[in-house]
């Protein structure tokens, strides 16, 4: 990704030089903030969801897109061997001035193996599209350990496109209507556009089945967030 976003505003505000938030720009809704002090979120900060999916973790660890560390610091408190990667050179360098084994790579060049592969605030999302999600699973299960899990959350963001009287358009001639692109600005710098993926649990089950997985719906919230557990 151009122009390191995240990694900018985390170690501005690592280094206490924190004034702004991050702006995101989206394909289905208005402009948005990213709040950073909430990137840095400690255990008792964290929403159910977040704190189900952190219990559930077991093993040899591997926290993708990790951003600041929040998640990797808790599971490492907790005794268990993680390691945190990110795209963000950034980020990257405030997860190592925190503690933590972090590494600048993206998650299709890992190699090594582990129990637990997690993916959290809508980690899912990297796979960008519905027709790459089956790419995306693929290669997770190609990082697991025997008896290997991964935990990831996403939302059905079907709600974004009802009527006053409760049915829901969607125009059938387009993509899935979980596909997103968004454009993040810190600052003066801004990204280029991305694509995102937002997908419901039914879905996501039906392409996790492809692959050989078993999806198990672990948790859900009042706002369609829900957390899965992709087990073989």
């Not at 929403?47 to 952190?54: H, S």
């Not at 390691?83 to 590494?103: F, W, Y």
């Not at 392409?207 to 829900?226: H, I, P, R, S």
Request: hydrophobic residues 40%; glycine residues 6%.
């Amino acid at each position: 990704m151009s122009n390191d976003v995240v990694g900018t505003a985390l170690l501005d505000f690592y280094n206490k030089n924190y004034t702004v938030d991050i702006i995101v720009k989206s394909s289905i809704s208005e402009d948005d903030i990213i709040s950073i002090p909430y990137l840095f979120r400690s255990l008792k900060e964290l929403p159910k969801l977040e704190k189900k999916a952190l219990s559930l973790c077991k093993g040899k660890v591997l926290d993708v897109g990790a951003g600041s560390g929040c998640h990797s610091i808790i599971l490492k408190e907790n005794g268990l061997a993680v390691t945190a990667i990110d795209v963000s050179k950034g980020a990257v360098e405030v997860m190592q001035k925190r503690g933590l084994k972090a590494e600048n790579i993206n998650f299709y060049d890992v190699t090594d193996k582990y129990d637990t592969l997690l993916f959290l605030m809508n980690g899912v999302g990297i796979a960008g599209t519905l027709d790459a999600l089956k790419t995306f699973l693929s290669k997770a299960k190609s990082l697991l350990n025997d008896g290997g899990r991964i935990l990831l959350d996403s939302s059905d963001i079907s709600y974004m496109f009802k009527e006053e009287d409760g049915s829901t358009w969607v125009d059938l001639n387009s993509s899935y209507y979980g596909e997103v692109t968004y454009q993040m600005q810190y600052k003066e710098m801004t990204t280029d556009k991305f694509d995102w993926l937002f997908v419901d649990f039914k879905t996501l089950s039906a392409k996790a089945k492809e692959v050989g997985f078993t999806a198990e719906l672990v948790f859900e919230d009042e706002n369609q967030q829900y957390l899965a557990q992709l087990s073989i």
